[in-house]
């Protein structure tokens, strides 16, 4: 199948979801069960796109642990996203040398 | 209405966003690029959904060849958090936020977007939305345009180590919750166990559809077991 389909499909999914709410809702979600669903997917989708597929993204377990080491702690302490993923990153790439 | 000083304001504090969003996508690309995309296909991909986690998924449905029914549902899934800003947002919006100006700032709500927008204590214009986005989207675009034609001129070490960048961004956004509340902690640690089961022992489910199935299962037992009251933000 053309990677264009693919990129048409997945686009106009994303636009949708984000558009129909913006554009047409004026009310609040009252059922309890739907809002605590909501709240709880984005962490949840997040969570099973991580693991175990990070140990797989730098083409090393032992490189990629030490970013997932190195992710874990230092977003524990709740430090910028930006400096998290880039920190796990360099792990990575120090623990390399070391191979 | 567009207001320059709203445009304006709205750039300057998307300029972190940006930053950010440029060296996370730089990872995308090379992603996508070792996924088999060519260097105009990632490109677009980026220019024409502005999100993260869906892309990457999305690019391994590409990969391995999936349906476009798969396609469809993965981004659901994992994009339907962006339903709930947008209900969230379109509370406080301005009252030169006109229909049109909805459909089309829709385009550029992203967790951090949000994030930033639903700080504000003004309601939203429609400028300020735009200057925000435009920003955010060229960091996004030109990140990844940077990944997937300069990752392959990169050592292989180098982009290696990048592999990791997104999925290091996304511990950063589970973490923080997880440790403060117990419900979002139980969540993560069902849909990691369910990954893993649909990793190692059930490995005919497709990774598209094991995300999506892990996600749904956690949540709504999150949602059964932890019912949240009223939220205070």
């Not at chain 1, 053309?2 to 047409?24: E, H, K």
């Not at chain 1, 991580?50 to 970013?67: D, E, H, N, R, V």
């Not at chain 2, 919006?93 to 949000?114: C, N, Q, V, Y």
């Amino acid at each position: 199948m053309s990677t264009a389909v693919y990129i048409l499909v997945m686009a106009g999914v994303t636009y949708l979801i984000r558009s129909i709410p913006f554009g047409f809702f004026r009310k609040k979600i009252t059922s309890k069960f739907l809002r605590s669903f909501l709240y709880y997917i984005p962490y949840a989708v997040l969570s099973a796109m991580t693991i175990p597929a990070i140990f797989y993204s730098t083409g090393s377990k032992l490189t990629a642990a030490a970013g997932t080491v190195t992710a874990l702690l230092l977003s524990f302490f709740e430090l910028p996203l930006i400096v998290v993923a880039l920190a796990a990153s360099a792990a990575a790439f120090l623990t390399g040398l070391f191979l | 209405m567009m207001k320059k000083s709203d445009f304006l304001k709205g750039m300057t504090h998307g300029i972190p966003i940006g930053l950010g969003y440029l060296s996370v996508s730089f990872g995308f690309g090379i992603t996508a690029v070792k996924a088999g995309l060519s260097v105009l296909e990632s490109t677009l991909i980026s220019l024409t959904n502005l999100t993260s986690a869906g892309q990457a998924a999305g690019v391994d449905v590409i990969a391995s060849g999936g349906t476009l029914l798969e396609m469809a549902l993965v981004q659901l899934t994992i994009n339907i958090r962006y339903a709930l800003m947008a209900l969230s947002l379109s509370q406080k919006l301005d009252k030169s936020f006109t229909f049109p100006h909805r459909m089309a700032a829709a385009f550029g709500i992203t967790d951090e977007i949000f994030g930033v927008c639903a700080a504000q204590s003004d309601p939203l214009r429609p400028s300020y939305m735009y200057g925000m986005i435009l920003i955010s989207m060229f960091g996004w675009v030109a990140g990844t345009f940077l990944g997937a034609f300069a990752g392959q001129l990169l050592p292989a070490s180098v982009s290696a180590a990048l592999g990791i960048v997104l999925y290091g961004m996304f511990l950063a956004i589970i973490v923080p919750p997880a440790k403060k509340q117990k419900s979002v902690l139980c969540v993560v640690l069902a849909a990691a166990v369910c990954s893993i089961l649909c990793k190692y022992l059930f490995y005919q489910i497709s990774g598209g559809f094991a995300v999506i199935l892990c996600a749904v299962s956690a949540s709504v037992l999150g949602a059964l077991v932890f019912p949240r009251e009223e939220e205070t933000s």
